[in-house]
T-cell receptor
Framework: GQNIDQPTEMTATEGAIVQINCTYQ??????LFWYQQHAGEAPTFLSY??LDGLEEKGRFSSFLSRSKGYSYLLLKELQMKDSASYLC??????????WGAGTKLIIKP | ETGVTQTPRHLVMGMTNKKSLKCEQH?????MYWYKQSAKKPLELMFV???????ENNSVPSRFSPECPNSSHLFLHLHTLQPEDSALYLC??????????????FGAGSRLTVL
């Protein structure tokens, strides 16, 4: 079967750096997505990786290794507003999105 | 209005009621989706309308019935639901293409409680 694994919950300190990992086993690969979802709000798109390497977008970066079935989302200079759930999703060979259960990130002052 | 709008935001219904969830997108996208989000579980795709044709998930019970009258509006009709159907129902839209990321834009969701 197809599976996306990410930690259920992480805690970090304001101003620090945190890395949220995502590993996947899917039938084929056509891209990996990260979404952010604040409590009670819509998930919003953060990043898309289809080739190996690091994509940087301001304080957020996303890394992909297709050979290892692995990605991470790196958040720098953490702010309280970064407290949210982070969803990893992979598009398989049929272009269907397979979702992880999400990582709840708690930022402490 | 911009983006994807869902109504109602909260709905409480009995098991014998009939209700509908509404979604409207103002982005000119050509695909719309219903997802179910339960606590600590992955998003579950229920229905997709791509170019106004429905693609079904065969595991969705028949007590959920989608309707897509045009490319901007999507409904989810609910009938004789069960308590385990209580969840957040998310609508999303995207611009389908043969290349590119096809990023989803989500609404804020309708929180459904079935008593």
């Amino acid at each position: 079967g197809q599976n996306i694994d990410q930690p259920t919950e992480m805690t970090a300190t304001e101003g620090a750096i945190v890395q949220i990992n995502c590993t996947y086993q899917t039938s084929g690969f056509n891209g990996l997505f990260w979404y952010q979802q604040h409590a009670g709000e819509a998930p919003t798109f953060l990043s898309y990786n289809v080739l190996d390497g690091l994509e940087e977008k301001g304080r957020f970066s996303s890394f992909l290794s297709r050979s290892k079935g692995y990605s991470y989302l790196l958040l720098k200079e953490l702010q309280m507003k970064d407290s949210a759930s982070y969803l990893c999703a992979v598009k398989d060979s049929n272009y269907q999105l397979i979702w992880g259960a999400g990582t709840k990130l708690i930022i402490k002052p | 209005e911009t983006g994807v709008t869902q109504t109602p935001r909260h709905l409480v219904m009995g098991m014998t009621n009939k209700k509908s969830l509404k979604c409207e997108q103002h982005l000119g996208h050509n695909a719309m989706y219903w997802y179910k989000q339960s606590a600590k579980k992955p998003l579950e795709l229920m229905f997709v309308y791509s170019l106004e044709e429905r693609v079904e998930n065969n595991s969705v019970p028949s007590r959920f019935s989608p309707e897509c009258p045009n490319s901007s509006h999507l409904f989810l009709h609910l009938h004789t639901l069960q308590p385990e159907d209580s969840a957040l129902y998310l609508c999303a839209s995207s611009q389908e293409s043969t290349s590119g990321a096809n990023v989803l834009t989500f609404g804020a969701g309708s929180r459904l409680t079935v008593l």
